[in-house]
């Protein structure tokens, strides 16, 4: 019997142990798999050599393709046609960047409970009951209804799974060896995905929520005084003055219901900053060659790998280089031989929130036009690894989805979501982005510029523009409902149809100027117009800071270059500080510091309102005046399940200014009646004493650049993945906009004439592959605020570049 025993254990003992080498447990791959010298991470180290030529057959090719691949590893793909332009695309992202595009399209359609288990269930319910889906399948109808842009997603699919299907266990990403999964096959709705997610970054914000609170809290008086309508401080997009050479659209006539809610007669997480960017371009008049110079840094999420893609497109009638989205066909940011182009937020109120009045606990009917009407409804069947598959009925209105009927614990990103409430947002319509940029990519002058804009819908962009025939231009361009003023600035009654939109603003109505006598166009996330602008795109954009400096060097510059520009790019002066710095500083209390708060004070008082990575007044300013606009709105605006806002940036400044007595600087959870001085000097000393604690005694630790701990993460946070800690200068408030992970993500100086030269870098490499050396050889040449040349290669062997291997696609 003991023999048996003992057998049994010898048998089953390595089986135990197998199975539990081989099984992924929690966060931790398996370990068998994830070590074999054959199949394992080993197989992803990169051999530091690159083989200089290359052929391949892939018999989906219509003729052969030429690849080179320049020092950066930037693939310049020369091909015949269309369909093998587009083809060769999605095979070379996908070789550096397949994992990347698994991620993102799995992320946007809430389907991460399958690969990390039930831990994601929150994050894929919003992704769903937020109709990305719903809106990608929307967006592709588009995409393959038109022939050009269907060539394009099915080709670009049709190469990604070339490669797909090239892979062996050995050489999968080390990412799908970590978390323990396979890649799929890619289908065109992951290319709509991807630019649903883009829209989801953009224009995903909502403050509806918010502002409905406080409306029902301090009445409308005090929302008009304090969330107004356009700023005291502007400088926007479309300069001031500019005549509209339209004849505007009749406005829709508001509810009754809202009339009197905003004249008074009823009582009744805010966005981030940061999801921005900037764009600028100057005609030939103030440049040293003559010919315009085109620039653009967009701010988003830094991650390794990058958001972008660098790729030059050669066929016939296109030759375009700039930057493309893993997993979307051709190029989003970029230039070609007669034009450049480059995009900022535009930040349109798009997204509306709609109070729905269900007829009973089934939700299978709703009262609209003085009538019921029934809901439809979609059932998200959510696999989770390792349990059951879920699935989750969502209930759909004419508005959109009915997105939360009961709040999620604990999961932030429904904070700004109420209950019971329909979700009618842009991402949702049919449409065709793709389209837009197959004709810039191949656009010649500004002309061609307005009939690509014309294809857009979302998430609208100030697409900004250059010719060689020195033209100017730019567009706060996307298709925007028309509404009456301030619609979707509360939540709207779902019951009455004068709460719908009401069609469309015609894209001929949307704000652009061309060739402005001032000699340039600019963007920075700010007002799109002045309040002449006759139809309701937003009540409220971005602070005007960056802006107002881009502006104002602009207006200065006389024979730019590309260098003047590219050091613009990384300008680091607070406007901000400019204005509010010599008001606060003389109510500090001097004698009422001590020595570590004088020394501050003495070196923020001499401070050049630079925002360098050396600099400790920036640290001491930037917590400062973050904690005065806390004393003066906290006490009012944060109440326990009362989700608030507090007012911006631009009317703080106002009343410190302008209303130093205002009520609102008393805090009213005293006794004492504070003084703009009382909430001034406090600020200053927590300031002080929180720096100190953290970081020790005043000096080089308390540096800006310490501080804000700028660095470029791995897009899934998986240590050891992501940059080390970049020494740099910049703020959210200044030109070069970086906080801790969210920046200029590509930089990027077009200068346009008989042969363009283009300049350019984002933070990360070309490959995905950690164990590659570009997956992130830009990096250093990013924080020192340097660009690369660009090669605009006329040919697979133009000498002007500098090529390192090259790759032939044959058919056969």
């Not at 994601?120 to 929307?138: F, H, S």
């Not at 001590?594 to 600099?615: C, F, G, H, P, V």
């Not at 993945?721 to 070069?736: N, P, V």
Request: charged share 20%.
């Amino acid at each position: 019997m003991m023999n048996k025993i003992k057998a049994l254990i010898c048998i089953v003992i390595p089986i135990l142990l197998a199975y539990a080498l081989n099984t992924k447990f929690g966060d931790t791959p398996p370990i068998l798999k994830f070590l074999n010298p054959f199949t394992g991470f080993w197989q992803n180290a990169e051999n530091t050599s690159v083989k200089a030529r290359k052929s391949l057959v892939l018999k989906e090719t219509i003729a052969n393709v030429d690849i080179a691949f320049d020092d950066r590893m930037i693939p310049h793909i020369f091909a015949q046609n269309d369909h093998d332009v587009y083809y060769a695309q999605g095979y070379v992202t996908a070789k550096h960047r397949l994992w990347q595009m698994d991620f993102q399209t799995r992320y946007a359609a809430g389907r991460l409970s399958e690969v990390v288990g039930k831990k994601a269930i929150e994050v894929d319910r919003y992704q769903r009951r937020m109709g990305m889906v719903y809106g990608a399948e929307k967006s592709l109808e588009g995409m393959m209804a038109d022939p050009k842009s269907k060539e394009m997603i099915l080709a670009y699919t049709a190469g990604i799974n070339a490669y797909i299907h090239s892979l062996s266990a050995a050489k999968l990403p080390i990412e799908y060896k970590i978390l323990d999964f396979k890649p799929e096959d890619w289908t065109p709705i992951k290319c709509a995905l991807l630019l649903k997610q883009m829209s989801a970054v953009l224009a995903m914000g909502s403050d509806e929520f918010y502002m409905t609170n406080i409306r029902k809290k301090f009445g409308t008086e005090v929302v008009k005084d304090l969330f107004p309508d356009y700023p005291f401080k502007e400088d926007p997009i479309i300069p001031v003055g500019t005549k509209w050479d339209f004849q505007p659209l009749p406005i829709p006539t508001p509810p009754a219901s809202f009339t009197e809610i905003m004249t008074g007669s009823v009582k009744t997480k805010q966005k981030e900053e940061g999801i921005g960017s900037n764009n600028w371009a100057l005609s030939g008049s103030k440049t040293l060659s003559g010919s315009p110079i085109l620039s653009n840094d967009p701010h988003l999420d830094l991650t390794l790998p990058s958001i972008w893609y660098q790729i030059q497109l050669h066929a016939p009638g296109l030759n375009s280089y700039g930057v493309s989205l893993p997993g979307a066909p051709g190029i989003i940011i970029g230039f070609n031989q007669n034009i450049a182009w480059g995009v900022t937020n535009v930040a349109a109120d798009v997204l509306d929130f709609y109070q729905i009045k269900f007829k009973d606990n089934t939700h299978k009917s709703y009262w609209y036009n003085n009538q019921w009407k029934n809901t439809s409804t979609r059932l998200e069947k959510i696999e989770i690894r390792g349990g059951k598959t879920e699935t989750d009925t969502v209930f759909y209105t004419h508005h959109g989805p009915v997105v939360y009927l009961q709040k999620p614990k604990n999961y932030a990103r429904a904070g700004n979501v109420p209950i019971g409430n329909a979700l009618r947002w842009i991402a949702h319509e049919k449409s065709n982005e793709l389209k837009t940029f197959y004709l810039l990519n191949r656009g010649k002058n500004y002309d061609d510029y307005r009939k690509a804009l014309t294809y857009y819908t979302a998430p609208a962009q100030n697409f900004i523009f250059a010719s060689a025939n020195n033209d100017i231009a730019i567009t706060a361009n996307g298709k925007f409902p028309l509404k009456w003023k301030n619609q979707g600035k509360f939540i709207l009654d779902g019951t009455d149809p004068k709460s719908d939109w009401q069609g469309w603003i015609p894209a001929a109505h949307n704000p652009t100027v061309k060739n402005p006598p001032r000699g340039f166009v600019s963007s920075a996330n700010q007002s799109s117009t002045d309040p002449s602008y006759p139809y309701y795109i937003n009540w409220e954009f971005s602070p005007y800071e960056r802006g107002k400096r881009i502006n104002d060097r602009l207006t200065a510059m006389t024979k730019a270059t590309v260098d003047s520009i590219r050091t613009m790019q990384t300008d680091t002066y607070s406007i901000f500080a400019q204005n509010i710095l010599p008001a606060i500083l003389g109510l500090v209390d001097n004698s009422k510091l001590n020595a570590t708060q004088k020394e501050a004070l003495r070196i923020t008082s001499e401070w050049n309102k630079y925002y360098e990575a050396k600099s400790l007044a920036a640290s001491i300013f930037d917590l400062w005046t973050k904690r005065l606009q806390s004393n003066i709105w906290s006490d009012e605006f944060v109440v326990d399940s009362v989700p608030m806002r507090f007012p911006s940036r631009d009317r703080s400044l106002q009343l410190i200014l302008k209303e130093p007595n205002s009520k609102w600087v008393d805090n009213i959870n005293t006794p004492e009646k504070e003084t703009l001085s009382d909430l001034v000097n406090e600020a200053f000393k927590y300031s002080c004493d929180s720096l100190e604690r953290k970081y020790g005694a005043i000096g080089k630790k308390w540096e800006w650049a310490n501080v804000k701990h700028t660095n470029v993460p791995h897009l899934a946070k998986i240590p050891g993945f992501g940059s080390k800690t970049l020494m740099i200068g910049g703020g959210k408030m200044t030109i070069d906009a970086l906080s801790e992970s969210n920046g200029p993500s590509w930089r990027m100086v077009i200068e346009l004439g008989k042969n363009p030269k283009g300049h350019g870098v984002f933070p990360g490499g070309q490959s995905g592959n950690p164990g590659s050396r570009f997956y992130d050889d830009m990096i250093d040449t990013w924080a020192s605020g340097k660009l690369y040349d660009l090669y605009f290669m006329q040919s697979p062997n133009d000498p002007n570049a500098k090529i390192i291997s090259q790759l032939k696609i044959t058919k056969k």
